[in-house]
């Protein structure tokens, strides 16, 4: 009874568009959700940053190179926005960090792709970055508080990340026809991972529901797809580029592009960890984690050994 009114408060005010903050009330399944999604996202940000990391030191220029280094260190930053918001809902961050060490927590299957040639670092932007954007800009409404939060802040960084890798794109496209053709193998291998990254279709997403129910998503999947080829199939235009889709056209009655089925199988089979580098990813993480642990340890002698002389202080202060 008591849990009956408590839940009918919690949706009335999910309905009235009010946040949901860390000490309210929630349904264990609202809460349960929100740490899956927050820390898969958390956890597709740092893992993001490999495969752009291994192009750092080749990067064609001192200026590619500076916003190839910010733009990765953002993604790191967004990791750490969002392990904070899942902390508030209750649970540590090494238990996260263990859970995608382990392969239990999953992160986005897009990141287990390689980046082989310095034109990817045009299209992972310009399409990665991109389709996150639409994921992220809808995220800014959730209706839990911190995560809300965390995604505006996130939402302005990732702009900056989709330009710098159109501008790159757009660079090889006005290049060489060597440079064009570049810029045109690396749209061919991330235009169908990018529409992935929306997940399933609505009809085989098993959470869209109850999601959309409690404004956790305020789209669906397949809506922001929509959005996203939308959106982007001008831009490839712009560069005259072809988008590898013979199905793709504007469908005039719609208002939108018709665009060719998705190759589901191979999305499922990355995520299942057969990608083609998912061990490699998850290789790197442990051995950075393993590699940082001393500076975990040293900050906490620190902040042990502060408390001790505030402690200290004190008591010299009282005598
Ligand atoms: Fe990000
Ligand atoms: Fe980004």
Not at 7 to 33: G, L, N, V
Not at 135 to 144: D, E, F, K
Not at 219 to 246: C, I, S, Y
Request: charged residues 25%.
């Amino acid at each position: 009874m008591q849990d009956l009114t408590l839940e009918h408060a919690f949706q009335s005010k999910i309905d009235a568009d009010q946040k949901i903050e860390p000490r309210d009330w929630m349904p264990d399944i609202y809460r349960k959700t929100l740490i899956r999604q927050i820390s898969q996202h958390a956890h597709s940000e740092i893992v993001g940053m490999l495969p752009e990391g291994n192009w750092i030191t080749r990067a064609p220029s001192l200026r590619r190179k500076v916003a190839l280094i910010a733009k990765v260190q953002d993604e790191g930053g967004h990791g750490l926005y969002l392990y904070a918001a899942a902390e508030t809902l209750g649970i540590d961050r090494a238990t996260l960090i263990e859970e995608l060490h382990s392969g239990k927590a999953k992160y986005s299957s897009v990141f287990n792709y390689q980046a082989i040639t310095w034109a990817d670092m045009g299209a992972i932007g310009w399409l990665v970055d991109g389709a996150a954007i639409m994921n992220q800009v809808a995220l800014c409404r959730t209706s839990y508080g911190p995560y809300a939060r965390a995604m505006v802040r996130i939402c302005k960084e990732e702009s900056f990340h989709q330009r710098q890798g159109y501008e790159i794109m757009l660079t090889l496209a006005q290049g060489s026809p060597e440079q064009k053709a570049m810029a045109q193998d690396a749209l061919n291998r991330w235009w169908w991972p990018a529409l992935m990254m929306f997940g399933p279709n609505d009809k085989e997403s098993l959470h869209t529901e109850q999601s959309m129910r409690w404004r956790i998503k305020r789209f669906t999947n397949d809506e922001l797809r929509q959005r996203f080829v939308d959106m982007t199939v001008p831009q490839a235009e712009f560069l005259g580029l072809t988008v590898p889709d013979p199905d793709l056209k504007w469908n005039e009655e719609r208002g939108h592009y018709d665009f060719g089925p998705i190759n589901w199988d191979e999305f499922w089979n990355v995520v299942k960890g057969n990608g083609p580098c998912n061990l490699q990813r998850i290789k790197a993480r442990r051995k950075a984690h393993d590699d940082g642990a001393w500076v975990r340890e040293a900050a906490m002698a620190y902040a042990e050994k502060r408390k001790q002389r505030e402690v200290q202080m004190g008591i010299e202060h009282r005598a």
